[in-house]
């Protein structure tokens, strides 16, 4: 199976800080790689596909890098509403394999 | 609008068996692969089982595989998860998922199930 982990696993920031979370896979997964935001008591949500596809209606504050083994996800300028916990995920064999989360608390 | 709704969570005691429902509607269902995964509260998301468009495909973790089912039914744009044998390390929040596209992520889901196993 394909670990991935991410860090760090939790993360302080404030409103408008530039934020960078970083996911590493046990192997090579080409570019097939997923990025989700999960909400308290919400389902998670698809921000970036395939490393650096932005999801249709994701704000562009959102960006993601990588191919191989190392991938991330920036978020360019932190809101509010992007507190939540982050999840990466790889799709480039089953078992599909998620990250252990990176939780972004407000600062 | 696209919708996945699932149903079928509840209390069941260990080594009993439980069927998921995932109701579909906004979509093609019968052109997207489908996942099931699952979330103990304040825990992480993991992946349970996959299935391909038309059904002729499955695939399960390690840890569901032999006690879990997943199929569907085209017809009526519904997913299905059959739970048999069931575990307290089962009880987990469970997700339907759309594959947007094949490597592409789940771009859909459900909004969950709360399925607990105790006696």
């Known amino acids: 199976d394909i670990q991935m982990t991410q860090s760090p696993s939790s993360l302080s920031a404030s409103v408008g800080d530039r934020v960078t979370i970083t996911c590493r896979a046990s192997?090579?997964?080409?570019?097939?790689l997923n990025w989700y935001q999960q909400k308290p008591g919400k389902a998670p949500k698809l921000l970036i596909y395939?490393?650096?596809s932005l999801q249709s209606g994701v704000p562009s504050r959102f960006s993601g890098s990588g191919s191989g083994t190392d991938f991330t996800l920036t978020i360019s300028s932190l809101q509010p509403e992007d507190f939540a916990t982050y999840y990466c995920q790889q799709s480039y064999s089953t078992p599909i394999t998620f990250g252990q989360g990176t939780r972004l608390e407000i600062k | 609008e696209v919708q996945l709704v699932e149903s079928g969570g509840g209390l069941v005691q260990p080594g009993g068996s439980l069927r998921l429902s995932c109701a579909a509607s906004g979509f093609t269902f019968s052109s997207y692969w489908m996942h099931w995964v699952r979330q103990v509260p304040g825990k992480g998301l993991v992946w349970v089982s996959r299935?391909?468009?038309?059904?002729?495909?499955?695939s399960y973790a390690d840890s569901v595989k032999g006690r879990f089912t997943i199929s569907r039914d085209n017809a009526k744009n519904t997913l299905y998860l059959q739970m048999n044998s069931l575990r307290a390390e089962d009880t987990a929040v469970y997700y339907c998922?759309?594959?947007?596209?094949?490597?592409?992520?789940?771009?859909?889901w459900g909004q969950g199930t709360l399925v607990t196993v105790s006696s």
């Open positions: 299935i391909d468009s038309d059904g002729s495909s499955t």
């Open positions: 395939t490393a650096s």
């Open positions: 998922a759309r594959v947007g596209a094949i490597h592409r992520g789940s771009d859909y």
């Open positions: 192997q090579s997964i080409s570019s097939y």
